[in-house]
C-alpha cells in the first residue's frame, strides 16, 4: 500500500506533498455545473469582471476536495477505512484558473480507536498554496486508519 498505517503516524509529522495541479476554467466549470453550483461568480466570466476579482472563482469546494485529493497518495491510499470529518476549513485567498497548487500536511494527532480495535484517528491538518507560495486553503480533517496487519 502507497498509504501509511496508523502506527506510521505521530503528531508533528509533515508532508510536502510532490504532487502539483494547474486548475483550468474547465474543472471550475465541469466542477459547478456537475455539482449544480450556478453561482455566476464561477460560471459567468462577464458578471465576475464587475466583482472586485475581475474575473471567475474557481469553486471553493473543488479547491477543498483537491487538497485533501493531493494528500492521498502519500498518507491515506488504501489504508483509510473512512473520513470522520473536517472542520476549520478556511480559504484566505481566491483561486483562479491557472493557479498552480501544491499541498502540504501535519499530522496533529492520533489517537486508538475505542469502537474498532483495528483501527486508530489521525487528525491532519492540509494547507494548499498557489504558485506565489501564497495559502490558498486549509482544513483539519479527521480519518479512521487502519492498524497494520498482524
Known sequence: MAGLYYEQFSPGQAFEHAWTRTLTEMDNVLFSSLTMN????HLDAHFAAQTEFGKPLVNSLFTLGLLIGMTVNDTTLGT????????????????????????????????ESKSRPNAGIVEFEHTAL?????????????????KRPA
Open 38 to 41: 450556478v453561482q455566476p461568480l
Open 80 to 111: 483509510t477505512v473512512a473520513n470522520l470529518g473536517m472542520t476549520d476549513v478556511n480559504f484566505p485567498k481566491p483561486v483562479f484558473a491557472g493557479d498552480t497548487l501544491h499541498v502540504r500536511t501535519r499530522v496533529l494527532s492520533v489517537r
Open 130 to 146: 498557489n504558485h506565489r507560495d501564497e495559502v490558498v486553503a486549509t482544513c483539519k480533517r479527521s480519518a479512521l486508519m487502519r
